[in-house]
């Protein structure tokens, strides 16, 4: 079966760091190309961080780039997300989603793992 896991979401302060995690279960995650996203409540899931199948490039929307560092640890079968300086605008729950190539529509993904909170508040 299929499946992608997230965790690592939790409650930080402003300016605090975390480290989100998805582990896949059911197949390779380094033959997808793994995304995450962000949903805040009452906003559209945007896609803000991507990293290519085997070896491929990271990308990364302007609102984190240089905050936020996606990587993958293949032996695990787990893509991570470390998140820095964090900010109250970046509270949302938090997704990954698999597919082939980055593409950062939500309409895109061929799996989706189920969310994790991160709630940045003082």
């Known amino acids: 079966q299929v499946q992608l896991v997230e965790s690592g979401g939790g409650l930080v302060q402003p300016g605090g760091s975390l480290r989100l995690s998805c582990a896949g279960s059911?197949?390779?995650?380094?033959?997808?190309?793994i995304h995450w996203f962000r949903q805040a409540p009452g906003k559209e899931r945007e896609g803000i961080a991507c990293i290519g199948s085997r070896g491929g490039s990271t990308e990364y929307v302007d609102s984190v780039k240089g905050r936020f560092t996606i990587s993958r640890d293949n032996a695990k079968n787990t893509v991570y997300l470390e998140m820095a300086s964090l900010k109250p605008e970046d509270t949302a729950v938090y997704y990954c989603?698999?597919?082939?190539?980055?593409?950062?529509?939500?309409?895109?993904?061929?799996?989706w793992g189920n969310g994790t909170q991160v709630t940045v508040s003082s």
């Open positions: 989603g698999s597919t082939i190539l980055c593409v950062f529509h939500p309409l895109g993904m061929d799996y």
């Open positions: 059911g197949f390779d995650l380094n033959d997808y190309a």
